[in-house]
């Protein structure tokens, strides 16, 4: 797959890249790309809840009422689950949500994203550029140029750039990472996919390591 490089004022350059068909050009696997997802977004909980049971509430442990004869379920003390105030019954704990998920299965569900967004032709090409000062106003720009500004966007530079990053930071609906960096999460999540000319080497260098 060709696609035409853009400079960034939204110009063809004259120039174009193919895409790596071992890349951009296989057959999604939905199984991959779903593991790989819920892998990411469990990694982001922190499993820090907490509720109290009833050995950990303060309150005294004098039987209410007796066992029976009263009429009515059983209790025992205060902190009894089934009273207003008391504790609850097998609440959550700390816990860490990750798992393992192996390096293959990653590496094709990233691969399957981005044969997704290349059938979708949401695949922008631009050449490398460099910003001399973080400008928010300049990164839209940019994007009105590149005509992707109407959907989340998520820009993907060889090596970190804080002037871009910082451009981009107060947008809601961009994002800016390194080709290290990419995941099959922020993949699927931009509607437009805008890579810089060098990114695109860094990318098939990270597959065929």
Same mark, same amino acid.
């Not at 490089?5 to 120039?15: A, S």
């Given at each position: 797959?060709?696609?035409?490089? +853009? !400079?960034? @004022?939204?110009?063809?350059?004259? *120039? &174009?890249?193919? /895409?790596?068909?071992?890349?951009?050009?296989? =057959?999604?696997?939905?199984?991959?790309?779903?593991?790989?997802?819920?892998?990411?977004?469990?990694?982001?909980?922190?499993?820090?809840?907490?509720?109290?049971?009833?050995?950990?509430?303060?309150?005294?442990?004098?039987?209410?009422?007796?066992?029976?004869?009263?009429?009515?379920?059983?209790?025992?003390?205060?902190?009894?689950?089934?009273?207003?105030?008391?504790?609850?019954?097998?609440?959550?704990?700390?816990?860490?949500?990750?798992?393992? +998920? !192996?390096? @293959?299965?990653?590496?094709?569900? *990233? &691969?399957?994203? /981005?044969?997704?967004?290349?059938?979708?032709? =949401?695949?922008?090409?631009?050449?490398?550029?460099?910003?001399?000062?973080?400008?928010?106003?300049?990164?839209?720009?940019?994007?009105?140029?590149?005509?992707?500004?109407?959907?989340?966007?998520?820009?993907?530079?060889?090596?970190?750039?804080?002037?871009?990053?910082?451009?981009?930071?107060?947008?809601?609906?961009?994002?800016?990472?390194?080709?290290?960096?990419?995941?099959?999460?922020?993949?699927?999540?931009?509607?437009?996919?805008?890579?810089?000319?060098?990114?695109?080497?860094?990318?098939?260098?990270?597959?065929?390591?």
């Amino acid at each position: 797959m060709e696609l035409s490089i +853009l !400079n960034i @004022k939204g110009e063809d350059t004259g *120039r &174009k890249v193919t /895409l790596n068909d071992a890349i951009f050009g296989i =057959a999604p696997n939905d199984h991959a790309i779903y593991l790989d997802v819920k892998q990411y977004l469990a990694n982001q909980r922190q499993g820090t809840h907490k509720s109290k049971e009833r050995s950990e509430i303060s309150g005294s442990t004098r039987k209410l009422i007796r066992q029976k004869g009263g009429g009515g379920a059983r209790r025992g003390d205060i902190n009894s689950p089934v009273l207003v105030g008391g504790a609850r019954v097998f609440g959550p704990k700390p816990r860490d949500y990750s798992f393992k +998920l !192996n390096k @293959k299965v990653k590496s094709l569900a *990233r &691969k399957s994203a /981005l044969a997704y967004k290349a059938k979708e032709q =949401a695949i922008v090409v631009v050449e490398d550029f460099v910003m001399e000062a973080p400008k928010t106003k300049e990164f839209i720009a940019i994007a009105k140029n590149l005509k992707v500004a109407d959907k989340k966007l998520l820009v993907v530079l060889p090596e970190k750039n804080n002037f871009v990053y910082l451009s981009a930071r107060n947008l809601q609906r961009a994002n800016v990472i390194t080709a290290s960096e990419l995941n099959t999460y922020g993949i699927l999540n931009a509607g437009n996919l805008v890579l810089t000319e060098s990114s695109l080497a860094v990318i098939e260098k990270n597959f065929n390591a």
